[in-house]
């Protein structure tokens, strides 16, 4: 059986790198902050894993849901979780908000990077000379990507907000798009 500690550390160093990443790439931290957003899911999830054999080796079973369920009510529309219960598990219940917090973070980076509003913006960043002279080469965009869109079969508007890493530095892009029929056009671009 593996070290019965090995499990704390992983999670932990996980959901502090996270944290960090998290703050570093909305403040242009990149690329160490890029690293540290690609790095802590994987530092946090190995560590649930030796986390979930650890406790079958000790207790002989796998973590059970009713104890939660247990603690937690819906009361007139709201969730509520026992008071007592979150104190005798804080760092499993800070572990799970982190955990979504990184699932959450997935599906918005998911959504706009993947998106046709931000391969236009990146398409006209990377032709733009007025852009490049101020960022240099563009080596990459940061992590994350947010904003608005919305669009139908008429067509759509987009306001995104990404980070720029260069040969001359890390800049925050701001860009307005809009879209008639299938091609999105970018309006403003603002860099800072």
């Known amino acids: 059986m593996a070290n019965p500690i090995i499990h704390k550390i992983l999670v932990t160093t996980g959901c502090i790198m996270w944290c960090a990443a998290f703050f570093g790439e909305a403040f242009q931290g990149q690329p160490y902050s890029t690293i540290g957003m690609i790095l802590s899911p994987i530092l946090t999830l190995i560590g649930i894993f030796y986390w979930f054999n650890h406790y079958r080796a000790t207790r002989g079973h796998f973590p059970k849901a009713k104890p939660v369920l247990d603690n937690t009510a819906t009361i007139g529309g709201t969730f509520t979780v026992s008071s ?7 760092s499993e219940f800070w572990t799970c908000c982190i955990l979504i917090w990184m699932g959450f973070v997935l599906i918005l980076v998911l959504t706009f990077r ?5 391969e236009a913006t990146k398409n006209y960043c990377e ?5 490049l002279s101020q960022t240099g080469a563009i080596k990459y965009y940061g992590v994350l990507v947010g ?8 067509g759509g508007k987009a306001d995104l907000s990404f980070t720029i890493v260069g040969t001359n530095g890390n800049f925050s892009a701001k860009s307005k798009l809009s879209n008639q029929g299938t091609t999105w056009t970018v309006d403003t671009l603002e860099i800072k």
Do not use: C, P
């Open 84 to 90: 007592d219960f979150l104190f005798r598990y804080a």
């Open 114 to 118: 993947r998106s046709d509003a931000f």
């Open 127 to 131: 032709s733009n000379q007025e852009i």
């Open 147 to 154: 904003g608005n869109l919305s669009w139908n079969k008429h």
